[in-house]
């Protein structure tokens, strides 16, 4: 069972890169690492998603080492509606054992002006 | 509006008492996921549904079960209620059912069990 581990928060200025890891040690082979933001009240929404070496879309890019115990998830130039919590998401739901998804412990990123 | 809903926004009520809550996937989605979110536990996996039948199971305790429903529809049920379940549970739905894809989450139940 993956068990993940974020920094508690993080604080970033405007226009600058900010890049949040994750360390998840026993990551089984057939998880992925999937990243969520979330704001207050609100649920998790999806931002990326990865099983190795690196993904990019539109809004960010996750890099993979090659022993995939760890994660980080990259936000270019972030603005004030970054700031949220960022969780990251380790797990395999197509295993019909019962395999657990595991989430971070949440990092809140405060972006200041 | 991520598609997938869910009723009662919020809920109060006592300990020892049942309530259930009610979830909506999106259009087409087979997969539900239910969690939990707390202060100190942070968002815990519950349990899953794929097309009415249960697929994996997390930290649900023995007090809590749930269902899909042939509309796909589901219902988390938690009984015998403890002050310790005050938290937000969100659904949330998917279309794929392996180990890849993208979660679509409900805007939450706020329970709080006085």
């Known amino acids: 069972l993956a068990k993940t581990t974020q920094p508690i928060s993080m604080d970033s200025y405007e226009g600058q890169e900010v890049n949040i890891t994750c360390s998840h040690n026993n990551i089984a082979t057939n998880d992925y690492i999937t990243w969520y933001q979330q704001f207050p009240s609100q649920g998790p929404r999806f931002i990326i998603q990865?099983?190795?070496t690196k993904v990019t879309n539109e809004v960010a890019s996750l890099f993979i080492p090659a022993d995939r115990k760890s994660s980080t998830l990259s936000l270019p130039r972030v603005s004030l509606s970054d700031t949220a919590v960022y969780y990251c998401l380790v797990g395999d739901m197509g295993n019909t054992g019962f395999q657990k998804l595991v989430f971070g412990t949440g990092t809140r990123l405060l972006v200041s002006p | 509006d991520s598609g997938v809903t869910q009723t009662p926004k919020h809920l109060i009520t006592a300990t020892g008492q049942r309530v259930t809550l009610r979830c909506s996937p999106r259009?087409?989605?087979?997969?539900v996921y239910w969690y939990q979110q707390s202060l100190d536990q942070g968002l815990q996996f519950l349990i899953q549904?794929?097309?009415?039948?249960?697929?994996a199971k997390g930290n649900i305790l023995e007090r809590f079960s749930a269902q899909q429903f042939p509309d796909l529809h589901s219902e988390l049920n938690l009984s015998s209620l403890e002050l310790g379940d005050s938290a937000l549970y969100f659904c949330a739905s998917s279309v794929v059912t392996s180990g890849s894809g993208e979660q679509f989450f409900g805007p939450g139940t706020r329970l709080t069990v006085l």
């Open positions: 990865g099983y190795k």
């Open positions: 549904y794929y097309n009415g039948e249960e697929r």
């Open positions: 259009s087409g989605d087979l997969s």
